[in-house]
C-alpha cells in the first residue's frame, strides 16, 4: 500500500502549491488595476513634458544643441556608454526578468565587441543578480514600488546626469559615457511585456508631433538656454518614471499571467493524479477481493 | 476673441490634481518671482520653483503646494502647471512638515562644509519642498 501513499502524500503538495499560486495570481491581479491606473495617470504630466521639451529643442540643430545645454551634445571619446538595467526584486513572474535581463546582457556584448567599455547602473535585485560577477556594476538599486517612485527616479536621474557631466570640483564622479541607455519592459499590453532599449543621453529631440502643423513658438523666460538647465533633468526623471511605472505594472501582471498557468497546471496534475489514485484502489480492492475468492475456491475443494 | 476664464491643469506624475478648471486666474511661483496668469495670455514656458500656487475656485480661495516644475501656456490659451509634486492645503500635515524643517535646517548648518554637492542639492530642495507646504497650510 505504499504506493497509494506516495501518491496521496504527492495530491496533497500539489493542492498546496495550487493554494499559493492561486492566491499569488489573485494578488497581482487586485495590485494590477492599481499599478495601471497609477500609470495611465501619470501619462497626462509625460506627454505635456514631452510638449514642452519638443517646444524648446525643435529648432536647435545638432551643433547649437550641445552649445545650449551638454546633455543635448552628441560626444564621443570616452569610449564608454552606460546601461540603467530595470527589473524587479522578485521573480515567479515567468520571462519578466530573464527577458530584460538577456535584452541587456547582448547589448552590453555589443558594446564591448565594438570596444566600448559598458558602466551598469541596476534597479531591482534580479538585475545585480543576473550580471553577478560577470560585470562590474557602478551603482545598483532596488526596484521602485509605487509609493516611492518618484524618489527612486530622481536618485537613479541623478546617477545618470552624473553619468554625463564632470563632477564638481573636489568630488568623485562617475566614469564618463558618451551615451546612456536604459534597458525596461514595456508594458504593452496585460499578456506580453516587451524588453526595450532606448537612449536616455544624450537627450534627443521628439519626433515631431504626428498632426503636422506647427505650432506657435511660445515666449521663454528665462532665455532658452537656462530652461533647457531646469527642464532637462525633469524631462529624464520623467522618462525614468514612465519606465519604471511601465516595469512594474508589468512585472504584477507578468506574475499573475505565471502564477495563473501555474495554477491551471496543478489542476491539470492533480486530476491526473487523483485518476492514477483510483485505479490503484481500484487494482488493490480488485486483487484483495482475487485472493479471498482463491482461498475460499481452495477451501471448497 | 477675448476669453474671461483660462483652463487650468496641475498635472503631477501621480496623477493630475486638477484638470479643466475654468479659474479666472492663477498666481504662480515662478523662477524670477511669483507671477500671474490672467486670460488671454501668451504662449509661455517658465519653470515654477516650490512654492504655493494660488487660483480662486468659485467662492472659495484654494491653495496648493506645489514642488519644482513647469507652467506652459499653450496656444491654445490653455495653462498647464507640471509639478513633479503637489499637495491641497487639506492634505498637508503642518506639524510633521515643521519638524521635518527644523530637522533638514539643523543638517544644512551641522554639515554645512562636510557633505557632498548631491546630498547638499536634496537637503536644499527638501527644504524648500517642506516651506512651500507650511505656507501654503497656514
Redesign the interface.
Known amino acids: 500500500m505504499a504506493n497509494l501513499k506516495e501518491i496521496r502524500g504527492r495530491i496533497g503538495s500539489v493542492k498546496n502549491t495550487r493554494k499559493i499560486t492561486s492566491a499569488m495570481s489573485r494578488i497581482a491581479a487586485a495590485r494590477l488595476v492599481k499599478a495601471q491606473q497609477?500609470a495611465l495617470?501619470?501619462r497626462?504630466?509625460?506627454e505635456?513634458?514631452e510638449?514642452?521639451v519638443r517646444?524648446?529643442v525643435t529648432g536647435a540643430s545638432e551643433g547649437e544643441g550641445s552649445a545650449l545645454h551638454p546633455l543635448l551634445g552628441h560626444r564621443t571619446g570616452n569610449n564608454r556608454v552606460g546601461l540603467i538595467l530595470l527589473t524587479a526584486d522578485r521573480g515567479l513572474a515567468g520571462g519578466f526578468n530573464a527577458n530584460v535581463n538577456r535584452a541587456g546582457l547582448t547589448f552590453i556584448k555589443r558594446e564591448q565587441a565594438e570596444g566600448r567599455e559598458v558602466v551598469v547602473i541596476t534597479v531591482g535585485k534580479k538585475g545585480r543578480a543576473f550580471l553577478g560577477s560577470a560585470q562590474k556594476i557602478e551603482r545598483s538599486h532596488e526596484a521602485p514600488t509605487l509609493a516611492n517612485?518618484?524618489e527612486r527616479?530622481k536618485e537613479v536621474a541623478?546617477e545618470v546626469m552624473?553619468l554625463f557631466e564632470p563632477p564638481?570640483e573636489g568630488?568623485v564622479g562617475l566614469p564618463q559615457c558618451d551615451s546612456v541607455h536604459l534597458a525596461y519592459n514595456y508594458f504593452k499590453s496585460v499578456l506580453t511585456q516587451e524588453p526595450r532599449i532606448v537612449q536616455v543621453l544624450p537627450v534627443k529631440a521628439p519626433e515631431p508631433s504626428a498632426s503636422g502643423d506647427q505650432?506657435?513658438?511660445?515666449?521663454?523666460?528665462?532665455d532658452r538656454a537656462s530652461?533647457l538647465g531646469?527642464?532637462l533633468p525633469?524631462a529624464i526623471?520623467?522618462q525614468l518614471?514612465q519606465a519604471m511605472f511601465n516595469s512594474i505594472a508589468g512585472e504584477i501582471a507578468a506574475r499573475r499571467t505565471a502564477m495563473e498557468s501555474a495554477t491551471d497546471n496543478a489542476t491539470q496534475l492533480i486530476g491526473e493524479l487523483t485518476l492514477h489514485y483510483n485505479r490503484e484502489r481500484q487494482a488493490a480492492i480488485t486483487k484483495e477481493l482475487m485472493e479471498i475468492i482463491g482461498g475460499a475456491e481452495a477451501l471448497k475443494g | 476673441m477675448a476669453h474671461t476664464s483660462i483652463k487650468l491643469d496641475i498635472l503631477t506624475p501621480l496623477g493630475p490634481k486638477r484638470r479643466n478648471l475654468e479659474v479666472s486666474g492663477v498666481e504662480i511661483p515662478g523662477l524670477n518671482g511669483e507671477l500671474g496668469v490672467l486670460p488671454d495670455h501668451v504662449p509661455f514656458v517658465t519653470p515654477v520653483v516650490p512654492g504655493v500656487v494660488r487660483f480662486r475656485e468659485g467662492e472659495t480661495s484654494v491653495r496648493i503646494a506645489v514642488g519644482a516644475g513647469f507652467l506652459e501656456i499653450g496656444a491654445d490659451g490653455r495653462v498647464a502647471i507640471l509639478v513633479e509634486r503637489a499637495l491641497e492645503s487639506d492634505e498637508i500635515d503642518v506639524g510633521a512638515a515643521r519638524e521635518a524643517l527644523v530637522r533638514v535646517n539643523g543638517e544644512l548648518v551641522a554639515q554645512h562644509d562636510s557633505i557632498d554637492a548631491a546630498e547638499h542639492r536634496k537637503l536644499v530642495t527638501q527644504q524648500g519642498w517642506l516651506e512651500a507646504q507650511i505656507r501654503a497650510a497656514s
Open positions: 497609477a495617470a501619470a497626462p504630466y509625460g505635456r513634458l510638449e514642452v517646444a524648446l517612485i518618484v527616479a541623478a552624473a564638481a568630488q505650432p506657435v513658438p511660445p515666449l521663454f523666460e528665462p530652461l531646469h527642464l525633469i526623471e520623467a518614471q
